[in-house]
């Protein structure tokens, strides 16, 4: 755990400031510092960025900064720009889903904004990261945090039933064939059941990948069952499983976290069999009501896939009209480190025969790339 005294910015507010850095080993430690923010979810969990770090995505670190009472955090995911040298250049991402820094008030004094900002600058140069990429959090205001650190992109529209709504209010805010279909489900014998023992896992991860390659998801999306293990392992509590059954088989299947009031969708599917029935609906319903029993004030279930006003995103429109701002952030701490990372990697892919594939990519480093003439 690294704790320093953080130097102000000129006219800087009274007070002692300090900057630090936490592993995810230090759990309670990090933990203590969830407690103090305004908000959080699962995905600023210690355990959660664990997670990562055992699939390789990077060392994780949660950035804070105190000062005058108010306190400011943000995690990220470290990886070497070049996994063979430790040393050298860094870039920082988020971990999967929604990310981003939190705050111990809703308001922070502008001051103490750039106090902190001049302090996570100076941290990540020290560290040579050259750039930074984080997902936002739709639920949790972010933007005046990193307003003047890079720029966020607007992504796309999420959606959410309000939890503190009358239980028959929240129905009513389901679309007709939203309501339709569930009442078809129940009429048809579907049960949904919260697998608290998790012992229908592993028909989790046969519904999943079924579901994930009916709709072509890159390979990245296919968690086996050892994510799930570890997922719980380290989540605890935080993770619920819920099972839609059919005369006593697993029909529908999904992931849901509720951490700090907040109950998410994390992951889930069907069988292709019981699409006549959609289970998935009836499944979320069921999520719903229960997050309103643990006293969750929010059931949040995402958007389209990449931000899209898809199929995806209007099955989820069907629970609510209410909406969120997904939105991403993108940061380039080292200017001249970055451009000369990116010239290396045009010439490389001049000379390998490369172009590429993700022009729109950040960093533009790491963007994938493709054999020249194949696009269709």
Not at 84 to 108: M, N
Not at 208 to 232: C, D, I, K, N, Q
Not at 308 to 334: I, N, P
Not at 335 to 357: F, W
Request: net charge negative; charged share 25%; hydrophobic share 40%.
């Amino acid at each position: 755990m690294i704790q320093r005294q953080a130097a102000q910015t000129p006219g800087g507010s009274a007070g002692a400031a300090a900057f630090g850095a936490l592993g995810t080993e230090h759990d309670a430690e990090w933990m203590g510092v969830l407690t103090q923010s305004a908000q959080h979810d699962f995905h600023h969990l210690a355990g959660y960025h664990r997670l990562a770090e055992h699939r390789g995505e990077g060392t994780a670190v949660l950035f804070t900064y105190r000062e005058s009472g108010y306190l400011i955090a943000l995690p990220l995911l470290l990886r070497p720009v070049d996994v063979d040298d430790a040393t050298g250049p860094h870039d920082a991402t988020s971990v999967y889903g929604y990310g981003g820094p939190i705050a111990s008030h809703e308001q922070i004094p502008g001051q103490i904004v750039r106090s902190f900002q001049a302090a996570l600058r100076d941290e990540l140069v020290s560290r040579r990261v050259v750039a930074v990429f984080s997902r936002l959090h739709p639920l949790i205001a972010q933007q005046s945090l990193l307003n003047g650190l890079g720029e966020t992109r607007a992504v796309g529209p999420t959606v959410s039933v309000d939890l503190t709504l009358p239980l028959e209010d929240q129905w009513a805010g389901y679309s007709k064939k939203c309501r339709r279909i569930i009442r078809k489900a129940q009429e048809a014998g579907v049960v949904c059941i919260n697998d608290r023992e998790r012992t229908y896992r592993r028909e989790w991860v046969e519904i999943y990948h079924e579901t994930m390659r009916r709709v072509s998801a890159p390979p990245s999306y296919l968690f086996g069952e050892e994510y799930f293990e570890l997922l719980a392992a380290e989540l605890g509590s935080v993770l619920h499983l819920f099972v839609a059954l059919v005369d006593g088989k697993a029909a529908a299947a999904g992931l849901f976290t509720i951490c700090d009031g907040i109950v998410q969708a994390h992951l889930g599917g069907f069988r292709e069999e019981y699409s006549r029935l959609s289970p998935v609906r009836f499944l979320d319903d069921t999520a719903r009501r229960w997050a309103v029993e643990a006293g969750a004030r929010v059931f949040h279930l995402g958007g389209g896939v990449g931000g899209q006003e898809d199929s995806l995103f209007r099955y989820k429109a069907g629970f609510s009209d209410r909406r969120h701002h997904f939105a991403t952030w993108r940061w380039v701490v080292d200017t001249v480190a970055y451009g000369e990372l990116c010239e290396r990697r045009a010439l490389l892919e001049g000379h390998q025969g490369l172009g590429a594939g993700g022009e729109d990519y950040f960093p533009a480093y790491r963007r994938p790339t493709e054999l020249r003439g194949s696009r269709a």
